[in-house]
């Protein structure tokens, strides 16, 4: 009898080290979740830094006295045509960011979900067992989302680099028609 108590409890041991480590891992989540959104708040902060840039850029076009002909006149309209294509990458690069900061449905484990799953009237074990498989349920969809929002940023970040570069080139474009 002592070897079945034993053995019940090394049982029940187990399931509270894995409710524990689910609890973390839940906590985790919304953590990185929040990390993540951190993360989107300083690229959009950058974002404006770059608007500050790009309105400099536009500040050139009206200096422009005469589009010219020849050689100053084709770089006065590719200097234009970049200025039009910074700022739609830029637009494009707001709207991005800004949409992964809409909500998201997180799921949490609130004392309603608990009650439903009716764990007051089941024995140690059994309420252990289905305290742990609410937990991997929440955890495993939140993890899916979380996983989906960082892939959509990572994407956003490598847009950010081409619109920087092509801001650069406008702003060279603006010198070069100057000096001619």
């Known amino acids: 009898m002592s ?10 041991a187990g399931l509270r080290l894995e409710l524990d480590s689910l609890k973390i891992e839940y906590q985790n989540l919304f953590d ?3 990390k ?25 076009i009206s200096q422009l006295t005469s589009m010219g002909g020849g050689i100053k006149g084709a ?3 590719v200097y234009i045509l970049t200025c039009v ?7 494009y690069l707001l709207v991005y960011f800004m949409r992964l900061l809409q909500p998201e449905r997180i799921v949490r484990m609130d004392p309603e979900i608990l009650k439903a799953a009716g764990l007051d009237a089941l024995e140690e074990r059994a309420a252990l067992e289905r305290l742990i498989g609410l937990y991997r349920e929440t955890v495993d969809e939140d993890l899916v989302k979380l996983k989906i929002r960082c892939d959509e940023f990572t994407k956003g970040l490598r847009f950010v680099v081409p619109t920087v570069i092509l801001a650069f080139v406008a702003y060279a474009m603006q010198l070069a028609v100057q000096v001619i």
């Open 3 to 12: 070897q079945k108590k034993d053995v019940r409890e090394k049982g029940s």
């Open 32 to 34: 990185r979740s929040n």
């Open 36 to 60: 993540l959104d951190n993360k989107v708040y300083i690229t959009i902060t950058f974002c404006g830094f770059l608007f500050v840039f790009i309105t400099g850029l536009f500040s050139g």
């Open 75 to 77: 770089m006065t309209v």
């Open 85 to 91: 294509a910074v700022m739609v990458s830029y637009v």
